[in-house]
């Protein structure tokens, strides 16, 4: 296949409020890298916040300490395509031709956290789309370290949602649920959903799922929660008569939501486990000696580990209808910026996703 040169659209953040379709050079993939030609690219909850309120974590007016990056960036953390070029040659079974998803994030592999398998954690961590140029694009260099072939059965609508998948895994593997354990999942959102997903794959727990009242919850029953319950002034008394007087012995908060992880703590057991997902918008108070008394642990988790997390999730999408559950629609790439808007005003309760080789 020959290299493509010449200019491509992309889906570039300038700041709050300005997203634009730009032609951009087709990037040139180096050593190490691959050349992929998108196919699908969606967007996320990060993206939504850096339109409402950014630049927080985009290097558009600072360098990035790992990537080098700064200024407007071609955004897209979540991207599947077809390899075009492939400096290095073929490796690890990936060849030109192959469809892969990627994982986005680039770890080092040499540092303390690289060499403890917690590669999320890299001290020279750099991710497409959020301190590098992404694939909200027709085209993105990306290190072949982040890349998984595409199974067979698992259609591109559906693999376009395995990096959000398998951060969801990842949530599910730290939450440490095991077979029997009694475990309340606060939010039904989209990495809620995420986290179900893993969670079902993972163990075979008794779930709860709340959220409020709608399709949220009726999706998740769908997707293998044990119940739902609906937001409602008695939810902390029925969350306790379902769990019993013992308690959960895993609550897991992926809302954010303020006073959320004190909830959390009224309804774990004790010596049980609080995962924190959820990013609140403001300080949270905790009881501390509550919390000491009773040895709960609280665990947090951020991204993903792609060796361990990206397969994976491919292989439940190709098995499940978790895509069909969760691709509300796929657009051509200059709807992003509409679409982007819309996620940050809550218009959108599942994923989009962007087909950059539709016109229309």
């Excluded at 439940?316 to 200059?334: K, N």
Aim: charged share 20%.
């Amino acid at each position: 296949m020959t290299t493509p040169i010449g200019t491509m659209d992309a889906v570039v953040y300038h700041g709050r409020g300005d997203v634009r379709v730009e032609r951009r050079p087709i990037p040139i993939a180096t050593e190490g890298q691959a050349l992929v030609r998108v196919l699908r690219s969606g967007i996320c909850g990060t993206d939504a916040t850096e339109w409402k309120s950014g630049p927080i974590i985009f290097p558009i007016d600072r360098v990035h300490p790992n990537s080098g990056h700064t200024g407007p960036l071609v955004i897209g953390h979540e991207f599947v395509g077809e390899i075009v070029d492939l400096p290095g040659g073929p490796v690890d079974g990936l060849g030109v031709g192959a469809h892969v998803a990627s994982g986005a994030g680039v770890s080092c592999g040499e540092c303390d956290r690289c060499r403890e398998g917690r590669t999320n954690l890299c001290a020279r961590y750099v991710t497409h789309g959020l301190n590098a140029d992404g694939g909200l694009a027709e085209y993105v260099a990306v290190e072949t370290s982040t890349l998984v072939p595409i199974p067979e059965g698992c259609s591109l609508d559906d693999a376009g949602v395995a990096q959000p998948l398998a951060v969801g895994l990842h949530a599910a593997r730290r939450a440490g649920a095991r077979d029997g354990d009694r475990v309340i999942l606060f939010g039904a959102g989209a990495i809620g959903t995420f986290i179900l997903a893993g969670l079902v794959s993972l163990v075979d727990a008794d779930i709860t799922v709340v959220d409020f009242a709608g399709e949220r919850l009726e999706r998740a029953q769908r997707l293998g929660a044990t119940r739902t319950v609906p937001v409602d002034d008695d939810l902390v008394a029925t969350l306790r008569s379902v769990v019993g007087p013992g308690g959960a012995d895993v609550v897991i908060e992926a809302t954010g939501a303020p006073g959320q992880l004190s909830v959390a703590l009224d309804l774990v057991r004790q010596g049980g486990t609080i995962l924190g997902v959820g990013l609140p918008s403001a300080h949270q108070d905790l009881d501390v000696h509550r919390l000491v008394m009773n040895e709960v642990t609280i665990v947090t988790t951020v991204a993903h580990v792609c060796a361990e997390d990206l397969a994976p999730a491919l292989e439940i999408l190709a098995s499940t209808d978790l895509g069909d559950e969760l691709v509300e629609a796929v657009f051509p790439l200059p709807e992003a910026p509409h679409q982007i808007e819309r996620l940050a005003r809550g218009e959108i309760r599942g994923k989009v996703l962007f087909d950059p080789t539709r016109s229309s």
